[in-house]
Structure formats: C-alpha cells, structure tokens
C-alpha cells in the first residue's frame, strides 16, 4: 500500500509529551500510548545543589514528564550577593532566602526534595549515595542512594584557604547565610567586648582591628558594609571606642577589584582611604594564629605580625571533596574544577550535567576543534581561505565557543585583527598565521567566571535543553558535529554578561556593564537596589528586602547581639 510504505514511525521513549511521529507529524500521543496499557516509565533527573544553578534549572523546567529528586544539605536558595549585607544587619538573613519547596510546588513535575548531603557519585551504576546534612544526622545508617536517569551536579565550591595555617580555625568565611549570620554577631561581639572596662588599652585596640583577606568583591563589599556599619551605627552607640576601630583589608595582588575596569579599581582605592580603611596591597597572609595574623610584603625576609580581632577571609573558591573524589574516579586529575563540554555534559560520563562553580566549560579542547573546523573549510584550497570563507569559520568558532567571542569582543580585538591584518594577502588569510594568532587568544582565554550570572545562566540553558529534548531529537539545532556526522541536538551553552556591581558603600556603587560602560556613584546605587530587587528569587523576598532597606533608612543598623 503505497501509504504504509510512506509511514516512517518513530517512538521514543523519553519523557515529552508525544511519542511517535510519522514523516514529523504525531501519530499517539503519550496519553494514548499510556492509555493503551504501555507502561511508560517517566526519566529520573537529580539535581544535586539549591544554589544559583540548582535553582535555576528547577525553575525553567517546564516538561512535567520528568521525576524530580533534590538534593542538598540546605533546604533553602540563598540570594548570595546580599549576603555582605546580612553581615551589618542591613539586610536580615530570612529576607535572602526562599525555602526550595515554596520553589517546586508551583511546578507542574513531581519533585521530591531530601536535605543531605551527597558524598558519591556512580556514574557506572548511575546512581548518587547520600547522608542526611548535620542538622539531621543521627548516624552512617542512614546512608541512602538515589537512582538517575540524568544527573544535574550544581553542588557549588567550597572557600579556599590555599592550605593557610590557622585559616579554618580562626578566620570567618563568607559563604553562606551562616557564615553571613556569624560574622554580624562577632562584629558586635568585638565590640561589646572592647567595651568592658577590665580590657588594656592596647587589647582594645586589638579587638577593634578588623581584618579582611581578599580585594576581590566580596572583600571589597563586606569591608565597605563595615566601614558603613561601625561609622553610621556603632560609633553613636559606643562612642567612647570610636578611636579604636581600624579596618584592614589586604590583598596580595597589586590592586584590589583587579577583575574591573581600571576607573572603577582606581576609584575603589582612592575611595578606601579617603575612608581610613586601611588597604595593603602586595601583601601575602602566610598564617593566622588566635590574635595575630601573619603577612609577607612582596621582597620582604620575614613575616610581619598584626594583632586583630576578626578576621573575615575571602580569598576566592576551592573544590568540594566529593567532586575532587568525582575528578579522581572519572580520570579528571589535576583539575580544579568538573570539565564539561559546551553542553555542560560531563565529557565521558552518560547523563552527566555539571554547572555552576564545580565545572567549567573545557577549553582544552579548542584548538583541537578549531583544526577540524580548518579541516573542513579548507577542504582543497591548499591553505588560504577567501574573507568569506573566513568570515564563516569565525562564525562556527564564535557559535561553539562563546569565550573566543567574548574575547574578540575584549580590547585585544585590536590586536587581533592587526595579526590577522598582516597575514592575509590579496584578500586570502593565510592559515596556519591565523591559527598561530588563534592560539594566542587560546592561551589567553579565560575561564568562564565563578559567579551567580554565569550559574543561573546554565541553569535555565540546561532547562530549556531538557524541556525540548524530544523536538530536538527529531529536529536539532545544533552546529554540525566535527567528529561524526549530523548535527547537535542543542546549541551549545552561550553566556550572556550582563555587567557586575561593586558596591562600595556611603550609598556609592560602581558598576561595568556589558560594552565596558562603567558608571560609578549614588546613582548607580539606586541601579543596584533596583537590579537585585528584580533579580530576587520571589515577591516574599522582594517585599522583606525592601522592608529591611527602608528600616535601615529611617532607624539605622540593629545592633542586638541575639
Ligand atoms: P552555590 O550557589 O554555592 O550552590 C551550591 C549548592 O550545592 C548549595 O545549595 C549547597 O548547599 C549544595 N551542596 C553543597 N554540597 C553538596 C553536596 N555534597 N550534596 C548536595 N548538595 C550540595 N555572583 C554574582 O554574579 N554577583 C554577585 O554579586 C555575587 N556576590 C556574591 C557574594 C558572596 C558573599 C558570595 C559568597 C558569592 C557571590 N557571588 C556573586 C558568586 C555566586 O554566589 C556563585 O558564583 C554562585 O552561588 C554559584 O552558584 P552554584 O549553584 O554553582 O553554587
């Protein structure tokens, strides 16, 4: 029959809501095929983290043909850029966070959440092992393992302490709400304390000495909030300890906010001490001890010591154990991070997302990728490409790896060009110059960076990825594969920079955004309030925010130490 011999059926068995397709068009739909008596099992998806990317992708996931599971030892997302805030009180800890079930329940999937902690992933078996978080840990029994299908790891980074003695033991982190929660009680603790009429002068002046390490934005800002903290509240409550109170904050490169603009680095440092923060740069912390903290200037023969009362240490981020141990089983050594490839898949392991802070996207393998795209464009043209040809090849380079596109985008675009400019002749680019200048650029490349905007990014790109999985498997999308045939199902994972703030305290807030445009002052506060109001997970967190804000504006800081 000549339209049996036009039927092509496909059936899939994943979890959309079609299921088989003749010549593209649906043939039964899922109900049906369930209707049918067809058992159709529904894809397991564990998602390991409720950070920025955790959350992020359990918020975009639309498909309601998925099982859920979450894991994570808190069962809460945390708004991570008001966390310096919640240190001073300006901002309460409750108004950061949105409890991860309020988030799945106006879900249309079936999603189960459990507070623990994975510890091990078996990607042979697929399946991750997992013991309840510290709150509710009664003992090893109560182990248990969660099957997958496909497993989303978001478990974020842990602070690195570049193995600095003392650090875990004396110094506070700012990482999580806890760690936000416990510096606000130390900061008035040092002050009560100082206040006590049987403390030394010289011990005084020790408590009321604040450290911060790290000039990155976290150091920057939480150093700001204090200075704003200790000038606008505490000094009208204790004013007797006003001349006590120094801040330091010491970073071992050159500049602080080094990954800015130039303006806002120099503005950023002029500001600091006009304020009488007291920045040293060049200066290395070799060790903390229980009152001092040990510092290396650049060239110096010997530590110097600097007595303190609180150090807060934010020197960047490190791995967690479980995915160093992850790195170690998959044949990922030396690694600081999950590599991943441009989907976010984990290169060698089945139904393995990474994203966020544990994985960055491979770079490695670039030029390898870039010799095949040469391969192919090349084809019998015996080393030169036309400008068209050219053009189209920095398109597909462009297309798989946006970090080529942000950094032609970058200053060093001119350069670029000139290299390019003086190997092309007569409208022909020689090969094997370009790639040379190519290699630059590689070898020049940066990681993506560790930050919110690139994790939510991923988040809601993998979701999108899983909500259309069927269609794309009928139709994909993606640039042609360089080893093998055919298409990818997804285009790659591309971030979009959409400009970064540094607050820097007095009301004044420095910001680059996207096109290297950098506005600096009060006005760029009032930017900032309103870019993370609106970039708050929900309208609850919203209203407490603006709540906290306005309380502060009319009454100033609390200062209760609860
Ligand atoms: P996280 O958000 O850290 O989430 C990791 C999740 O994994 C958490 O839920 C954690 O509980 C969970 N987890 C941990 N261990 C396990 C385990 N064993 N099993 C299961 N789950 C686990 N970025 C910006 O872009 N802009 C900013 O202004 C900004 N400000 C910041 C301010 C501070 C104080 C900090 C600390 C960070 C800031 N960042 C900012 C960076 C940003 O917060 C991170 O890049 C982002 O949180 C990374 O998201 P993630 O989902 O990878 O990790």
Not at 225 to 248: C, G, Q, S
Not at 410 to 437: G, H, M, P, V, Y
Not at 534 to 551: C, E, P
Request: hydrophobic share 35%.
């Amino acid at each position: 029959c000549p339209h049996l011999t036009k039927l092509l059926v496909v059936v899939t068995a994943s979890g959309g809501g079609l299921i088989a397709y003749s010549e593209g068009k649906p043939l039964v739909t899922r109900a049906a095929y369930a209707d049918a008596g067809n058992e159709e099992r529904k894809k397991k998806v564990v998602v390991l983290g409720t950070g920025w990317a955790g959350t992020s992708f359990l918020k975009s996931l639309k498909d309601p043909n998925y099982e859920i599971q979450v894991v994570s030892p808190r069962n809460y997302f945390a708004f991570t850029p008001l966390l310096p805030s919640v240190t001073c009180g300006s901002v309460e800890a409750r108004s950061v966070v949105e409890p991860i079930r309020n988030i799945v329940k106006k879900k249309k999937y079936d999603a189960e959440f459990r507070e623990a902690e994975c510890y091990k992933i078996d990607t042979q078996n697929k399946k991750v092992i997992c013991k309840p978080g510290q709150a509710n840990s009664l003992g090893k029994s109560e182990e248990f393992t969660v099957d997958y299908d496909y497993l989303v790891i978001a478990m974020g980074a842990r602070s690195n302490t570049f193995n600095t003695p003392g650090v875990v033991e004396h110094a506070h982190f700012l990482k999580e709400v806890e760690d936000a929660q416990r510096i606000r009680r130390s900061v008035i603790d040092c002050f009560e304390r100082a206040n006590l009429p049987s403390i030394s002068e010289e011990e005084r002046k020790r408590i009321l000495h604040f450290v911060i390490v790290g000039g990155g934005p976290t150091g920057v800002e939480f150093a700001a909030e204090l200075h704003d903290f200790v000038n606008k509240d505490l000094t009208r409550l204790y004013p007797a300890l006003k001349k006590y109170v120094r801040i330091t904050l010491l970073e071992a490169g050159d500049h602080i906010l080094n990954m800015f603009d130039k303006r806002i680095t120099e503005f950023a440092e002029e500001k600091f001490q006009r304020d009488g923060i007291n920045l040293k740069t060049g200066s290395m912390v070799v060790k903390v001890s229980d009152k001092e903290i040990f510092t290396k200037a650049r060239g110096a023969a010997s530590p110097e010591a600097t007595p303190y009362g609180m150090v807060v240490w934010s020197t960047g981020i490190g791995t967690r154990p479980v995915i160093m141990d992850f790195m170690k089983q998959i044949g990922q050594i030396n690694r600081r991070v999950l590599a991943t490839d441009e989907w976010l898949r984990v290169e060698g392991c089945d139904g393995v997302y990474a994203l966020g802070d544990c994985a960055t996207i491979n770079q490695r393998r670039v030029m390898e990728d870039i010799d095949d795209i040469f391969g192919k464009a090349d084809k019998n043209k015996g080393g030169h490409l036309s400008a068209a040809d050219f053009n189209e090849v920095i398109n597909d380079i462009c297309e798989r790896y946006p970090q080529v596109e942000i950094y032609l985008k970058r200053k060093q675009l001119k350069n670029f060009i000139q290299l390019l400019k003086t190997s092309a002749e007569d409208d022909e680019l020689d090969i094997e110059k370009f790639k040379k200048a190519l290699s630059e650029v590689d070898s020049q490349m940066k990681n993506l960076p560790a930050t919110a905007q690139v994790a939510a990014q991923q988040g809601a790109y993998l979701a999108d990825c899983f909500n259309r999985m069927e269609i794309c498997e009928r139709d994909p999308e993606g640039p042609m594969r360089f080893r093998g045939s055919g298409r990818h199902r997804f285009h790659p994972f591309r971030y979009k920079h959409l400009g970064q703030f540094a607050p820097l305290g007095g009301e004044q807030t420095a910001a680059q955004l996207p096109g290297d445009w950098v506005s600096i002052g009060y006005s760029t506060q009032w930017l900032w309030y309103s870019v993370y109001v609106s970039k708050l997970v929900s309208w609850r967190t919203r209203m407490l925010v603006i709540g906290d804000w306005s309380r502060r504006f009319i009454f100033g800081r609390d200062s209760s130490r609860i």
